[in-house]
């Protein structure tokens, strides 16, 4: 485990020594290039936590086992952490493209709901006591709020005329990017994503140990 540790900390060190000295930049984007390996991962795992939240509020309502309702809470938290991260990464790619911080792009506008909807998970959440009530009632919203994902990330952008650049695989199904910011991109996808789910398991292996706590003391 230290070594697998070890290898995604290098992995990591060597993503940012790409980004910032080995990739290319843009024609026409200049330094604010770099915003990219940071920005694209943090919305990609963005929607997959929110993924990983429905899935595990679907097997609360099928098994109703507790532990899914706080797997589930645990993965929506991740979620609304990199759903930040994202916002503030294309804040400041807007920042230096476009002059403002914020301009209510279509993007920037759908993932501001989004936060709004999640957020609102939370303050469900907080709102109601009773264990069992409160994992159901959570569940049905957790699957309804997902649905509401796609829509947002990909639908809602692509209707709308929109500042933001074209992603990362164009209307052709082709990778616009040249070898070497793939390279650096590709790995910094990864990376980025490795280390979400070493914070996913280490956030799950504490509820564990917590309900085992539990269970000792009743």
């Given at each position: 485990m230290i070594f697998l540790k070890f290898l995604l900390y290098v992995w990591m060190v060597l993503v940012l020594l790409g980004a910032f000295f080995y990739a290319p930049l843009a024609k026409g984007l200049g330094e604010y290039t770099r915003?990219?390996?940071?920005?694209?991962?943090?919305?990609?795992?963005?929607?997959?936590?929110?993924?990983?939240?429905a899935i595990y509020s679907i097997l609360y309502?099928?098994?109703?086992?507790?532990?899914?309702?706080?797997?589930?809470?645990?993965?929506?938290?991740?979620?609304?952490?990199?759903?930040?991260?994202?916002?503030?990464?294309?804040?400041?790619?807007?920042?230096?493209?476009?002059?403002?911080?914020?301009?209510?792009?279509?993007?920037?506008?759908?993932?501001?709901?989004?936060?709004?909807?999640?957020?609102?998970?939370?303050a469900l959440r907080s709102a109601i006591e009773q264990q069992d009530r409160k994992a159901a009632l959570s569940?049905?919203?957790?699957i309804l709020a997902f649905v509401t994902v796609p829509f947002f990330i990909f639908i809602v952008p692509r209707i709308y005329s929109s500042l933001h650049p074209d992603p990362l695989i164009n209307t052709q199904g082709k990778v616009t990017m040249n070898g070497k910011m793939q390279l650096v991109f590709f790995n910094s996808l990864l990376a980025f994503t490795m280390v979400y789910f070493w914070m996913l398991k280490n956030k799950l292996e504490v509820i564990k140990l917590k309900m085992k706590l539990k269970q000792l003391e009743s």
């Open positions: 915003v990219m390996y940071f920005h694209v991962p943090m919305a990609w795992i963005t929607t997959l936590t929110f993924l990983i939240g309502l099928r098994k109703k086992d507790i532990r899914y309702d706080y797997y589930s809470e645990t993965a929506n938290q991740l979620g609304l952490l990199f759903a930040l991260l994202a916002t503030i990464t294309g804040s400041i790619w807007a920042k230096m493209s476009w002059g403002a911080f914020w301009n209510w792009d279509p993007r920037e506008t759908s993932i501001f709901i989004l936060l709004l909807i999640y957020a609102a998970y939370f569940a049905v919203y957790d």
